[in-house]
């Protein structure tokens, strides 16, 4: 799926436009660009359900169960080691920069670690500083840690199949209502943007996806190939409206999110998340099932935003205290542009660095079971070679870090080819 590399390169550029956003808020053509690039993070939310509940269905489909600690070792060798060397960068600074803050400093970076920097700003309020933008890695980690136990334990009680997707479909419409519902009760900005139960509704909705695309359950024939096409174009424009200026509501709705702020210069909606989130899973929808000949997948598999799309984890990662450490005080640069291109060009080059060493020196290989291209006849098995290359052979997720072996389309649908797809973290 390269097109699912272009579309995380969307996110990811984002979020960036939303940290500078936030360093240039009185800059008006900045403040125009991306003032909801927050959103992104949900896109990277719809992404990260998809790809996970696909390679744990696959997981259980070909070994017969889930093996829960394994998955949990990939999560921790693909994710962590980048965040370490952010951490220990962020704690260096502080002890040669910030000796009057440094323990201050060491609480978010131990908060941080321990992958509960959500809890503790919807609690406290907290800001993180540097660290801020790690609740989001905090809320996918949660999820990482509870998803293979509650599919496994739905398979124990026999919720598989079409119960199974019905009850992933329950429960993202239970996430978006419990959102609702939190907000009308005035639950205060920090404690509905930041933690996991009011902020889960992407998630869900991808997990929903990635079942139903994997069990081979989601609805076909002439009729529903249009309302896929057209949910697909409808999203991107619904995506990209909300990245560019945020979801401008109707009067009776804008009573309800009004009291939701990120900072205090500009509005983050809670209908802006949710609209993010099944924008992007019907992006996925459409794409997904003729991602070979759909020009919009065409476009996003272009190799400039595939490349971005395959470092969007380290671009999360240092663009923000990038952004909060190079400021026109500290580098002498007031030209806005300047100073943009500087702090985005050393993320890009950053987090290339990243992923060419940090990210590769502990990331799996293929494991040593067969493949499962392999070709059954009788009681003899004649299997196909691994690929020579596997470094070649495989996509990489940024905030899912898990990938499908290019040429295949994944499953389900018209997209569904004749051999699962490896899936690798």
């Known amino acids: 799926m390269p097109w699912l590399d272009g579309l995380r390169a969307v996110s990811v550029l984002a979020v960036i436009g939303d940290h500078e956003y936030i360093s240039f808020e009185k800059t008006a053509w900045v403040h125009r660009l991306a003032r909801g690039g927050f959103v992104g993070v949900d896109v990277f939310f ?84 540097a660290l801020g933008h790690t609740w989001s890695l905090a809320c996918e980690e949660q999820f990482y840690l ?35 519902v939190a907000v009308q009760s005035h639950w205060g900005f920090y404690r509905v943007y930041f933690a996991l139960d009011t902020h889960c509704a992407g998630l869900l909705i991808g997990a929903t996806l990635g079942a139903a695309w994997t069990l081979d359950l989601l609805p076909s024939g002439r009729i529903w190939t249009a309302v896929r096409r057209l949910s697909g174009v409808v999203g991107a424009v619904a995506l ?64 400039p935003l595939r490349g971005l799309g395959r470092i969007s984890y380290g671009l999360y990662l240092y663009s923000a205290p990038i952004t909060i450490w190079l400021t026109p005080s500290t580098t002498g640069i007031h030209s806005v542009p300047a100073l943009m291109s500087l702090q985005v060009g050393l993320s890009i080059v950053l987090a290339w660095l990243s992923f060419e060493t940090i990210e590769r020196l502990f990331r799996v290989r293929r494991p040593a079971s067969p493949p499962p291209d392999t070709l059954l006849a009788g009681d003899g098995a004649r299997r196909q070679p691994p690929p020579k290359k596997a470094d070649s052979s495989y996509q990489y997720a940024s905030a899912a870090s898990v990938g499908l072996r290019p040429g295949s389309t994944g499953s389900g649908g018209a997209g569904r080819s004749g051999s699962s797809p490896v899936v690798e973290c």
Do not use: M
Request: aromatic content about 10%.
């Open 240 to 303: 990209l409206a909300t990245i560019e200026a945020g979801v401008t509501l109707p009067r009776h709705l804008a009573s309800t999110f009004a009291h939701l702020r990120i900072v205090t210069s500009y509005q983050c909606t809670g209908a802006d998340y949710l609209i993010a989130s099944f924008a992007a899973a019907a992006i996925i929808w459409a794409l997904a099932a003729e991602a070979p000949t759909n020009p919009a997948a065409r476009a996003l598999g272009w190799a």
């Open 46 to 129: 719809v992404i990260s359900g998809f790809l996970i509940t696909s390679l744990l269905l696959r997981e259980r489909e070909k070994t017969g169960r889930i093996d829960a600690p394994a998955f949990y070792l990939r999560r921790a060798r693909r994710l962590f080691p980048a965040l370490a060397v952010l951490l220990i960068a962020v704690l260096g600074g502080a002890v040669l920069f910030e000796s009057n803050h440094e323990h201050q400093v060491l609480g978010a970076v131990v908060v941080t670690a321990l992958y509960a920097a959500n809890w503790v700003q919807a609690f406290g309020g907290v800001h993180l500083g």
């Open 146 to 180: 509870l998803w293979p136990a509650l599919l496994t334990v739905l398979a124990i009680v026999g919720v598989r199949g079409r119960w199974l997707v019905a009850v992933l479909t329950a429960g993202s419409v239970a996430a978006v209502v419990y959102v609702v």
